[in-house]
């Protein structure tokens, strides 16, 4: 557990904590933020999970009203998912960094290639697509977002937070499978 008495900040926070990580010897190594509120079950749904995970990067937690721009293609993708019983929604860019797992073999990587001085998520976003890695959405989601107000009232391109964080689909699955629909 890495704990940040509020001189870091999350940038700093994450990447200390996966510094760390980095040198465990497991397959894939997880971060949750402090406000990620895990199902009934975690660390079972989540070893049956990445057991089949179909990407390097899982991200455990697909959230509502933000980004605003990607919610459309969200519930096109959790559509196509609910038809096709998938288990996972793939996209190149991670989109939240409540609940995120990464094979641990690529973490040195990661931290190299992720550039400093911006949101970890979006960090990840641009190394993860010069790499060629694709990013795997639990489907339902394994994390939820605790919706409390948030510390950061405004992010750097000046939004309000006002809108609920909530995950779209928080729940178990009898069986977790690398079926998958694009998001």
């Known amino acids: 557990m890495h704990v ?7 940038e700093l926070s994450h990447r200390r904590t996966w510094e760390y990580l980095a040198g465990q010897a497991s397959e894939y190594s997880i971060v949750l933020e402090d406000d990620a509120q895990p199902v009934e079950g975690f660390h079972t749904q989540l070893e049956q999970a990445l ?4 990407t390097p990067i899982i991200s455990l ?14 519930q096109l993708a959790k559509s ?3 038809a096709a019983n998938a288990s996972w929604l793939l996209s190149d860019t991670l989109l939240h960094a409540v609940g995120v797992a990464v094979r641990t073999d690529l973490i040195p990587a990661m931290l190299d290639g992720a550039p400093h001085g911006m949101p970890f998520d979006e960090a990840v ?10 990013v795997g959405y ?13 510390v950061i009232a405004k992010r750097p391109d ?3 937070r006002i809108q609920p964080r909530k995950a779209w689909w928080c729940h ?3 069986e977790w499978t690398d079926r998958s629909v694009n998001l």
């Open 158 to 160: 000046d939004t309000e």
């Open 80 to 82: 196509n998912a609910n």
């Open 172 to 174: 178990t699955r009898q």
């Open 125 to 134: 976003t641009l190394w993860a697509k010069v790499e060629g890695h694709q």
């Open 51 to 54: 057991a089949v995970a179909p």
């Open 4 to 10: 940040d008495n509020g001189t870091k900040g999350c």
């Open 138 to 150: 639990c489907w339902p989601s394994l994390v939820d977002h605790e919706d409390s107000p948030s």
């Open 61 to 74: 937690y697909l959230g509502t009203s933000y980004p605003m721009h990607w919610q459309q293609r969200i």
